[in-house]
């Protein structure tokens, strides 16, 4: 998809939201659903269909900074607050001089009280800088939409501002970027967890790409002996060719995260507009429409499923993000911790929109099966780093029906995965019901034992519409930390429940789900909303749970589905679960983990083949497809088909 590289063309913006009067009446209205049309008439009118959510999200866009500069959003507090306003008020070209006066204020402060030899900012240590450490994205975005000499919306910044913010700049950047840390191996090096590392070398190539244009500072030296010229061109190539890498082996380490998504897809943005490379901002481009798709075919009406890190389940604060692009009507649309959407003119590709409007519910069930990033390579020296495996054994796996999502992540609970992967792990089930108010589902919940976040808690594996999960043992070597029980938590309004012979039968009346703890049974909270192993035995603790879901379309009925689940073949020994299902046709064999016998360990079977975890594929679905190692991924969306090329310059 080609963009304009600029957003300062006022012109296209004025139309584009002249358009929203003449679409607002279609966008505001009850939605046509796609469950009620026959697969023919799905994406009937697609066109119109896409300008009507183009110009939605740019109202609800100018909303959020309305109602940001008017004070009716909470914000950070501090100079993070005071960035997002300060940017909201530049942008819309109001209270233009109190948000110089502040910006100037905060640099001068900054400036006047660095040190010579600063040590290097970190999220818990961010010293005084004018922007705290995760407001740097919308820092850098106010220079570079409002500077002097700015293609987008020039001269909103003073030059007594503009000056001190470079200055400013400077000062951080000379301290803290390395050369020896933006060359061609170092793709997948993160400089701490991977939201830390996006608040980090992105700025770098901004900052010194922005400097190397004023004579003042391109021949400066940054502490590493090298100068802002050599910096520029370094990580110019470097993010040249980071949007490829990403794309040719799996986008996100912390996916589908909770907390950190917020401050990992800002960046996205301003490299795909702010960049004075053109193949930068191109590149960015793809990866933003590459990432949108993946986050569309994925989620129920907006909420991911499928198997994530650090993430909490429930309703995700990042929703609310997608949704100034998405424009789902009656959901929340906003940001809390950036303003950098709400001031994008990034538009979401045809693909995803139809994914989200009119593929779903599906008329067939299907797999979803994309590698992602997690494995180590090598860990960092010194805590400096760790580099992640470009071909890690990670596949996020999804089973998709007309009613629900079952997913999960497919791993090797023997190999070592970076504490940002394995941290708080989630899997479960999403029921996809329309007149529903909200996403309900079945899914994970990790008792918190220790200091830090449970780290390796369980591993899964799935096939189809079955998933299996084991407990991990604590320990050092291998073994799961800060973890308690795992639990199964059912979140769904109206939901049936039903105790049965052992197992837990769950139904909205459309999806089913059958729950069994295959070690010693269950027992349930008093608002019977969580259910817990019964014979947990503490930190040695392996217990298994099966997770089986099923709908109308496969069973019939909620009646039919009970009595097929505890007909299904199933054999559980201390070494093995042996469950067949489908009528047989189907069956999954996972051998327990134990830390005492980890040589004997092996990989769990899946119709009497070893699970895969390098696949051909880095993207599987009837939607979206890509093979491994290829520039060219293929989204394929009833009439629209795009290709996704990385190798291309512009």
Not at 214 to 230: C, E, F, I, Q
Not at 550 to 575: I, N
Request: charged content about 20%.
């Amino acid at each position: 998809m080609i963009r304009p590289s600029s957003l300062s063309v006022l012109t296209l913006a004025r139309r584009l939201l002249g358009t929203i009067a003449a679409f607002c009446l279609h966008a505001s209205a009850t939605p046509v659903h796609a469950g009620n049309l026959p697969a023919t008439d799905r994406f009937a009118g697609h066109e119109q269909l896409v300008a009507e959510v183009h110009a939605a999200s740019l109202k609800l866009r100018m909303q959020s900074l309305r109602k940001t500069l008017a004070g009716g959003v909470i914000v950070p507090s501090g100079k993070w607050g005071e960035n997002l306003r300060c940017l909201t008020a530049l942008y819309l070209n109001e209270k233009t001089d109190e948000a110089n006066a502040r910006l100037l204020e905060c640099a001068n402060e900054f400036i006047a009280s660095i040190p010579e030899n600063a040590p290097k900012t970190s999220p818990e240590n961010p010293g005084k800088l004018p922007w705290t450490f995760f407001s740097i994205t919308d820092y850098l975005r106010i220079l570079y939409l409002f500077h002097a000499k700015s293609p987008h919306f020039p001269g909103r910044l003073k030059p007594e501002t503009e000056a001190a913010m470079k200055e400013a700049l400077w000062l951080w950047v000379r301290g803290e970027s390395r050369l020896a840390d933006a060359g061609p191996d170092d793709q997948f090096l993160l400089l701490g967890t991977e939201n830390h590392d996006l608040n980090r070398r992105p700025p770098y190539y901004l900052i010194t790409a922005f400097l190397m244009d004023d004579p003042a500072y391109r021949n400066r030296k940054l502490d590493d002996g090298h100068s802002v010229l050599d910096h520029a061109a370094a990580h110019t190539r470097y993010f040249r060719e980071w949007p490829r890498s990403r794309a040719k082996n799996g986008l996100w380490v912390e996916i589908g995260s909770s907390t950190y998504q917020k401050y990992s897809w800002p960046v996205l943005f301003n490299l795909h507009e702010l960049s004075p490379d053109p193949v930068v901002r191109h590149r960015f481009g793809l990866l933003l429409d590459l990432a949108c798709i993946e986050e569309a075919q994925i989620s129920v009406r907006g909420r991911r499923g499928g198997g994530q890190s650090r993430a909490e389940g429930g309703r995700n604060s990042f929703d609310a993000y997608k949704n100034l692009l998405f424009a789902r009507d009656g959901q929340p649309a906003g940001s809390s911790h950036s303003q950098v959407i709400e001031t994008s003119r990034y538009q979401l590709p045809a693909a995803a929109i139809l994914l989200d409007r009119r593929a779903f519910p599906a008329i067939n069930p299907f797999a979803i099966r994309n590698r992602v990033l997690g494995q180590i390579k090598t860990p960092g020296p010194d805590g400096e780093g760790q580099t992640i495996a470009s071909n890690s054994a990670l596949v996020n796996y999804a089973w998709r029906s007309p009613f629900y999502l079952l997913g999960s992540t497919l791993q090797n609970p023997d190999i070592e995965y970076a504490g940002i992967s394995r941290q708080k792990r989630w899997c479960g089930m999403l029921f996809d019901d329309p007149s529903a108010a909200t996403v309900g589902s079945i899914d994970t919940v990790i008792e918190k034992t220790g200091s830090g976040r449970p780290q390796h808690s369980f591993w899964s594996v799935q096939h189809e519409n079955a998933l299996i999960l084991q407990r991990i043992a604590s320990g050092k070597d291998g073994g799961s930390y800060s973890t308690g029980e795992i639990s199964i938590r059912f979140d769904a309004p109206g939901l049936e429940i039903i105790d049965e012979g052992g197992w837990i039968f769950a139904s909205n009346g459309k999806a089913f789900a059958g729950v069994k703890f295959l070690d010693g049974g269950h027992q349930w909270n008093k608002t019977r909303t969580l259910a817990s192993p019964a014979a947990y035995t503490g930190p040695d603790d392996t217990g298994r749970i099966l997770i089986h879901a099923g709908d109308v379309t496969t069973h019939g009925s909620f009646d039919r589905f009970r009595k097929a689940l505890p007909a299904y073949p199933l054999v559980v020994t201390a070494g093995k679960v042996n469950y067949s299902f489908g009528s047989g046709k189907q069956n999954i064999e996972m051998f327990r983990y134990d830390l005492a016998a980890r040589d004997s360990f092996s990989l769990p079977r899946v119709n009497g083949s070893p699970i895969d975890l390098h696949p051909a594929a880095v993207y599987q679905s009837p939607f979206l497809n890509g093979v491994s190692a290829s520039d060219r991924i293929t989204a394929t969306i009833g009439p629209v088909r795009q290709v996704l090329d990385f190798a291309s310059l512009r």
